[in-house]
């Protein structure tokens, strides 16, 4: 651990009572947080881990000087990487998490009665272990029977899963130092080999306003591996520009993201989700034009989106495929 000359835990990304956010991946801006004490600082066998309490945004948890979680809006990332993924398919009985060792998409993943088997593979055992003291309410979700831990690389872990996962959500860190292999074709190749039929993917895609030439190289690479490939997006204050987004797949060339399969009741919805809702599920995926003329969402040729007729239809049938899910 840091400390200074009084013995007090130190950290370089703190100073005058401030944590200020050092991001290679977004030059030119910079996310501060008032701090009212460090709670961990430690140098992992991969990376530099920190955990201060804020003043304004509960506990702080930090990898390599880059905000990945705070309590007071964790939910929506956790949510939203999450359960547009779970309500797209019929049946998710497993579920398998790459990264994720806070452990708020577990806690997501397992609210859906459908999943009988949680898997979480993380490659940084310190990740978890500081969240179960620092960040209870995120790691509340390892106690669970239907969870269990793989400490180890995800890129191994699944090649050596066949055939086996319903649903698998990589919940990575941004792609440099341990999560650079998790944007790679090869990763999507391997995920999907590792998913029963029917499948579906939710990966952490980036943010459109920094990240837009990764994000079309992702979605170009995913759409020749699934025959479904979509992003989508979520508000978040304490990441970069505010937002975040999300790379689904599916290997049912059926699936439509853009409408739950199944849902909540609302009075469920309330009760279990902060942000989630069918109707936050729908315009996740209502991207603003820059966006969809990067990635190529639009036909330029003929100035209207390029599968405006598929969209079309969809959203007609689609609206009555979904139903309360009376089982949740």
Same mark, same amino acid.
């Given at each position: ?47 530099? +881990? $920190? !955990? ?5 945004? =509960? ?8 905000? %990945? @979680?705070? #309590? ?22 497993? +579920? $398998? !998490? ?5 452990? =708020? ?8 009665? %459908? @999943?009988? #088997? ?35 690389d ?7 899963k ?71 997006y979520?508000?978040?204050?304490t ?19 853009k ?49 405006a007729?598929t ?11 979904a ?6």
């Amino acid at each position: 651990m840091s400390s200074s000359a009084s013995g007090k835990l130190a950290h370089a990304n703190i100073s005058n009572g401030w944590f200020r956010e050092s991001g290679a991946m977004w030059p030119g801006q910079s996310m501060n947080i008032e701090v009212s004490q460090i709670l961990h600082v430690e140098k992992s066998k991969y990376q530099d +881990v $920190l !955990v201060f309490e804020s003043k304004t945004y =509960g506990n702080v948890l930090v990898l390599d000087g880059v905000i %990945q @979680v705070t #309590e007071r809006d964790e939910f929506s990332y956790q949510e939203m990487i999450t359960h547009p993924a779970l309500f797209s398919h019929p049946n998710p009985e497993r +579920v $398998l !998490v790459i990264g994720g060792g806070d452990g =708020g998409v577990l806690r997501e993943a397992i609210k859906h009665p %459908q @999943v009988k #088997e949680a898997v979480l593979c993380d490659i940084d055992e310190a990740v978890i272990r500081v969240s179960k003291k620092y960040l209870p309410s995120l790691a509340v979700s390892y106690a669970d029977p239907k969870v269990a831990v793989h400490i180890g690389d995800g890129f191994e872990f699944l090649q050596n899963k066949k055939n086996y996962f319903d649903v698998i959500i990589t919940d990575s860190s941004d792609p440099v130092g341990p999560a650079e292999s998790l944007y790679q074709s090869r990763y999507y190749e391997l995920m999907r080999d590792a998913l029963r039929d029917g499948g579906i993917v939710s990966t952490q895609g980036e943010c459109q306003w920094l990240h837009l030439p990764l994000i079309k190289e992702v979605l170009t690479f995913a759409r020749k591996l699934f025959p479904v490939a979509e992003y989508a997006y979520t508000t978040i204050p304490t990441y970069p520009s505010g937002q975040i987004g999300f790379i689904l797949c599916s290997k049912d060339k059926t699936t439509n993201f853009k409408v739950p399969l199944r849902r909540m009741s609302p009075e469920q919805e309330l009760k279990l989700f902060k942000y989630y809702n069918a109707d936050i599920h729908r315009a996740a995926f209502v991207l603003p034009n820059f966006t969809r003329l990067a990635i190529g969402d639009i036909d330029q040729s003929a100035g209207a989106p390029a599968a405006a007729t598929t969209a079309a239809t969809t959203t007609n049938t689609g609206a009555t495929a979904a139903k309360p899910d009376e089982s949740s």
